[in-house]
């Protein structure tokens, strides 16, 4: 038992460690199921753009065949006469397009387009991971805010009924004094309580982001470092709109989905045309007689009637192209306003952080104030409690203005494809 002490020290040390930023990022990238599902989706695509080269390679077949009754048909003196005989033929069959006015190369040129819309999406995929994993961090940093604040409002609270039940004792204050104190603090210890539920969720579900066995722990002092150095100076402007254009990865998902809808429109426009192909074979044939066969040419096709089938899937092909156009204009749209409001956020955020860093200090030496007086019997209960109501919500407002902030500057990281270089500073 002895020896198994220090190893249980050692895990417990272990698991007090704080989780730094960086490294929950890297597990959540490395151990997310979308994350893994992003990349099998390049790898799906990947094997759809081999499948579609492979139209541009000859193709070689190698047939048999074998009939242990066959009916042979032999002219005779101008008669027919029939034989049943085995037979068996074996040969190389190969083919190779010579020319299909280009589907093939449209049809390829669509695959990677696809597969590099898969790529785009699987950065979609990692910026917002990044950012819920700041979002975690954030909001386990707020209530940690929470937590302190009520901490000290309840320390506050308790050595008011104190001093209020001594003062009591003397005749200098009344029960109306002792009993409000008292349910001060009982409901700051309700806010204590609630807060650390909260904090439990949140670190739940950055658990459940990264993949962790152990129970987290954030590194405070780290998240605090990171918070404090966030700054962005960004306007709203066409630049601007052209720059989440450009960058932002969902987008240029969009843009190589419509690029393979205008590829495989163009393919199916080519297909009346027909095509024209190169091919070839060699054999051996063992029926009645054993002899070698071979043949060697050119195969043209041109399709003439299909039911309408090929009219059908080009028109259904220009729809998909026109509903890709309409899909990239209405999210373009919608992410533009999205970063506006996000941009409106951030500098009415710094805005209030600001004010409520004034109102803490002002309402602190206020309520420092109230105290000396209504020890002195020169203030109420009402105004020691009215003064630290307002630094208690002052706090939280201070606290939930950073909170809003950094979600706001990360949501903008995230729509400029900022997430993967500025997630980990």
Not at 319 to 329: R, V, W
Request: net charge neutral; proline share 3%; charged share 20%.
């Amino acid at each position: 038992m002895k020896k198994m002490i220090p190893f249980l020290v050692l895990f417990c040390n272990l698991q007090a460690n704080p989780l730094a930023l960086n490294d929950a990022i890297a597990m959540t990238l490395k151990s997310n199921p979308q994350a893994h599902a992003a990349s099998l989706h390049i790898q799906n695509a990947q094997a759809d753009t081999n499948a579609a080269k492979s139209a541009l390679h000859p193709r070689i077949d190698l047939n048999g065949e074998y009939y242990p009754t066959k009916t042979v048909v032999m002219p005779s003196n101008g008669t027919f006469t029939t034989r049943q005989t085995d037979a068996f033929h074996a040969d190389v069959s190969g083919s190779y397009s010579l020319w299909d006015f280009g589907r093939n190369n449209h049809i390829v040129q669509a695959s990677q387009y696809a597969q590099e819309g898969s790529a785009a999406d699987k950065t979609s995929v990692e910026n917002s991971l990044i950012e819920q994993v700041w979002l975690h961090y954030t909001t386990i940093s707020y209530m940690e805010q929470l937590i302190d604040t009520a901490q000290k409002s309840a320390e506050f609270y308790k050595a008011q009924y104190i001093q209020a039940v001594r003062m009591r004792e003397v005749g200098l204050k009344t029960q109306a004094d002792e009993s409000r104190f008292k349910a001060s603090w009982l409901e700051a210890d309700d806010h204590h309580s609630a807060a650390r539920s909260q904090k439990a969720k949140a670190l739940m579900a950055l658990e459940l982001l990264t993949g962790s066995d152990i129970p987290i722990t954030i590194d405070q002092a780290d998240f605090d470092r990171r918070t404090s150095e966030l700054s962005m100076v960004l306007e709203k402007n066409p630049a601007l709109r052209q720059e989440l254009s450009q960058s932002n990865p969902q987008l240029q998902k969009l843009r190589m989905l419509i690029r393979r809808d205008e590829a495989v429109s163009s393919a199916l426009s080519k297909q009346p045309y027909g095509s024209v192909s190169l091919v070839g074979s060699y054999g051996y044939d063992n029926s009645l007689a054993s002899y070698d066969t071979s043949q060697i040419g050119v195969r043209g096709s041109i399709p003439l009637y299909d039911g309408g089938k090929l009219d059908t899937e080009m028109q259904k092909s220009r729809i998909a192209l026109s509903l890709a156009q309409k899909e990239y204009e209405s999210t373009e749209r919608a992410l533009w306003q999205e970063l506006c409001d996000a941009l409106i956020d951030l500098n009415r955020f710094d805005e209030t952080i600001v004010v409520k860093e004034g109102i803490m200090s002002a309402t602190q030496k206020t309520l420092s104030l109230m105290q000396g007086r209504y020890a002195q019997g020169l203030a109420t209960y009402i105004d020691l409690l009215e003064s630290q109501s307002v630094l208690e919500n002052t706090r939280i407002a201070h606290a939930d203005a950073k909170l809003q902030k950094i979600r706001a500057w990360m949501h903008i990281q995230r729509l400029l494809n900022k997430g993967n270089k500025n997630g980990m500073l």
